[in-house]
């Protein structure tokens, strides 16, 4: 079964509106999280690293203010995408590595802003 | 900086032929490699990966990889490809054996035909 999680699975909002992505380790705990972001028919390209209890370091080019990410928890990291708008529409991909371990993906989150 | 090349968009294969998908890698250092497979609105499952050791790597799903270092390449094959085997593949490079930070190639869609 899956060992990551990710809530929602589908999200349609209106433009404007925040929207929250949440990122669960289920049977281990994750000091470390990736988020990468997939546009339709193109590759995965990581938007942050994620680390427990400290500030995420976040790729070039993408905006900390627009993509806020929280991983307060070992066995949890939020990503929360601040007035989104159509251009943000995406598939968004966790990934959580256990410690000193493998890696293992989230089954994606489909944003949709209308 | 590491990069990552499919040089096939799409492979159209027969159930029951072999495949080969192609992947170049860009690394300034000894290259971590992993192969990934997705299917349509989902996350990523891993097929295997090399980071040391016998530059043939086998994997889940009868798919197996070789590394060629002279070539700078990473390619998976499987001899007899089932319908099942209709998905998106990715090859990624990473910076430690676990898959953490991976920089990924464009994908190859694989269609199968009856």
């Known amino acids: 079964g899956a060992v990551v999680s990710q809530h929602p699975s589908w999200v349609i909002c209106k433009s404007g509106t925040s929207v929250k992505i949440e990122c669960r380790s289920l049977?281990?705990?994750?000091?470390?999280m990736f988020w990468y972001r997939q546009f339709p028919k193109q590759s995965l390209m990581l938007m942050a690293t994620s680390n427990e209890g400290s500030k995420a370091t976040y790729e070039q080019g993408v905006e900390k203010d627009k993509f806020l990410i929280n991983h307060a928890s070992l066995t949890l990291s939020t990503l929360t995408v601040t007035s989104a708008h159509p251009e943000d529409s995406s598939f968004y991909i966790c990934s959580a590595r256990r410690n000193r371990g493998a890696v293992h993906f989230g089954d994606g989150t489909r944003l949709s802003i209308l | 900086a590491q990069s990552v090349t499919q040089p096939d968009i799409h492979i159209t294969v027969s159930e029951g032929a072999s495949l080969e998908l192609r992947c170049n890698y860009s690394?300034?250092?000894?290259?971590?490699l992993f192969w990934y497979v997705q299917s349509p609105g989902q996350g990523l499952q891993l097929l295997l990966k090399?980071?040391?050791?016998?530059?043939l790597v086998q994997g889940i799903k009868g798919f197996e990889a070789e590394f060629k270092r002279s070539q700078s390449s990473f390619n998976l094959r499987k001899p007899s490809v089932h319908w099942s085997d209709a998905a998106e593949y990715f090859c990624a490079v990473g910076e430690e054996t676990s898959g953490s930070r991976l920089t990924f190639g464009e994908g190859t869609q694989l269609t199968v035909n009856p």
């Open positions: 690394y300034g250092a000894t290259p971590y």
């Open positions: 049977d281990f705990q994750a000091t470390t």
């Open positions: 090399y980071f040391s050791g016998d530059t």
